[in-house]
């Protein structure tokens, strides 16, 4: 369903075809937004796209679109042209894990892309126009691990990092403007990302996309690091105020020793 309209005001939504980005699509939905649907995998979208307006009634458009290249930014770009979008959620994101030296490299500049370059491009674009209305809503999904360096996901969680100092900074620069922005630092979700992640031998037990989704939109332009779950709040404050980054870093790195084992004993085979 397509509403070219200048009065409409839309929320663009990348990587909505999954885990906790469809999830921020259907909790928009239940707010009656216009949503702009963006992802690569096109017949995925388009039924989202059909389900979410015939459930909730609010007009969607679909942009599929490879968000770690410059082509997929322009195409986002000019697919959006003359449409209003005040509200900009940064989730697309991906993941590479393992013993950093048997990772490819050009899987985790593809990361870098994705998750960093992507989101401060969208945001620069959006919010120029979000500053001459007066008015506005950003929020990236960082990560928990976007704190401290941690080993077997070094890539990723430096990613996260840069999101969270990224977003703290534009968020001073841009809230005198009328343009609100935060970020959101969830733990393990139960997403795609942890699909080859072992829970059984840890305490954790991973947050529901639906409960990510509903407690960073409450929150959005009111708070400006969200951190969903007590125990990613207490990971987050002792880490910030109680033990020393290398005390983190080392027992995140224990955590993820533990979650990652099937495939790092897949790698060790591999490797003997």
């Not at 997403?191 to 929150?219: G, H, Q």
């Amino acid at each position: 369903m397509t509403h070219n309209t200048n009065e409409t005001e839309w929320t663009l939504v990348t990587g909505a075809s999954g885990g906790i980005g469809l999830a921020y699509v259907k909790e928009l939905a239940k707010k009656k937004h216009a949503l702009i649907l963006v992802a690569r995998n096109e017949s995925k979208l388009d039924k989202i796209s059909e389900e979410i307006t015939k459930v909730y009634g609010v007009p969607t458009q679909v942009i599929s679109a490879d968000l770690s290249s410059v082509n997929g930014i322009e195409k986002i770009i000019n697919e959006t042209r003359g449409l209003n979008v005040t509200t900009l959620i940064n989730n697309a994101g991906k993941e590479e894990s393992g013993h950093f030296l048997n990772l490819s490299t050009q899987d985790m500049l593809s990361s870098i892309a994705l998750n960093c370059s992507a989101p401060m491009l969208l945001t620069h674009h959006f919010s120029e126009r979000m500053v001459k209305n007066g008015s506005g809503e950003i929020l990236f999904v960082g990560s928990i691990v976007g704190f401290q360096g941690v080993p077997l996901i070094a890539n990723y969680a430096a990613t996260k990092s840069y999101l969270i100092a990224f977003a703290e900074g534009i968020a001073s620069e841009l809230k005198p403007k009328g343009v609100n922005v935060s970020i959101a630092a969830p733990g393990f979700t139960n997403t795609d990302l942890a699909s080859e992640m072992d829970f059984s031998k840890t305490p954790i037990t991973p947050l529901e996309a639906s409960f990510v989704a509903k407690y960073t939109l409450d929150r959005l332009g009111k708070q400006r690091i969200i951190i969903p779950g007590f125990i990613n709040k207490f990971l987050y404050f002792s880490g910030k105020f109680i033990q020393p980054r290398k005390m983190n870093t080392f027992a995140f790195g224990r955590v993820f020793n533990k979650v990652l084992q099937t495939k790092l004993n897949k790698e060790k085979a591999v490797e003997a």
